[in-house]
């Protein structure tokens, strides 16, 4: 499968910006996913990007799409104690199949 | 709407067991993936569905089935569960492919020993 790159953990101080990084390899992903997974459950999506965008905001959440450089990052305003979780990015590729990184713990002090 | 649930939350399997894991979703969505999760890896695609009666292999294949009689349910099935097994297994649905979104179950943390 293709590779999806996610550093592992990152913490910062509430009320700070938070922003998580994620490369990938596969220059014909049509969607980028961001996914948010709290402890003991299941996965969220939070938001997605389409390939022909550079960037897409919603409330807290700007997700950054640099297709040259085959990165992409998810900043969060603002960042709270709820915030706290790991996050995942995905991409969508031909096949019926999500890619994921491994995901980036995000760890919220007050 | 119960979305994604999946039964059993925990098990625990000698080697050389069997096993049915079973995904039901109630929101009649078409598409159906069975992931698995392990620390760091994030989680891989072991098989999934497109509609009632299909099924195709996804990243990680080997050591399960699956079969998808009704819409509402996808089972996986280990017959011979091995060590490497012991992981988070999570089922998801989609309405479709792409950009629809996937709905995770809780996850089935399965530990063989």
């Known amino acids: 499968g293709e590779d999806v790159e996610q550093s592992l953990f990152l913490s910062v101080r509430e009320g700070d910006s938070s922003v998580i990084n994620c490369t990938y390899t596969?220059?014909?992903?049509?969607?980028l996913y961001w996914y948010k997974q709290e402890p003991g459950a299941g996965l969220q999506l939070l938001t997605y990007?389409?390939?022909?965008?550079d960037m897409k905001q919603d409330q807290r959440l700007t997700v950054l799409l640099n297709k040259k450089d085959k990165h992409l990052s998810l900043r969060i305003a603002d960042t709270q104690t709820g915030d706290s979780a790991i996050y995942f990015c995905?991409?969508?590729?031909?096949?019926?199949?999500?890619?994921f990184g491994g995901g980036t713990r995000l760890m919220v002090k007050p | 709407n119960a979305g994604v649930t999946q039964t059993p939350k925990f098990r625990v399997l000698k080697t050389g067991q069997s096993m049915t894991l079973l995904c039901a979703q109630d929101?009649?969505?078409?598409?159906m993936y069975w992931y698995r999760q392990d620390p760091g890896m994030g989680l891989r695609l072991i098989h999934y569905?497109?509609?009632?009666?299909?099924?195709a292999k996804g990243e990680v294949p080997d050591g399960y089935n699956v079969s998808r009689l009704k819409k509402q349910n996808f089972l996986l099935g280990l017959e011979s569960a091995a060590p490497s097994q012991t992981s988070v297994y999570f089922c998801?649905?989609?309405?479709?492919?792409?950009?629809?979104?996937?709905?995770f179950g809780p996850g089935t943390r399965l530990t063989v020993t």
């Open positions: 596969d220059s014909s992903s049509t969607y």
């Open positions: 990007i389409f390939s022909n965008m």
């Open positions: 569905s497109v509609g009632e009666g299909t099924t």
């Open positions: 998801a649905s989609s309405a479709s492919g792409s950009s629809y979104e996937q709905y």
């Open positions: 929101m009649n969505h078409e598409y």
């Open positions: 995905a991409e969508w590729y031909a096949g019926n199949m999500l890619t």
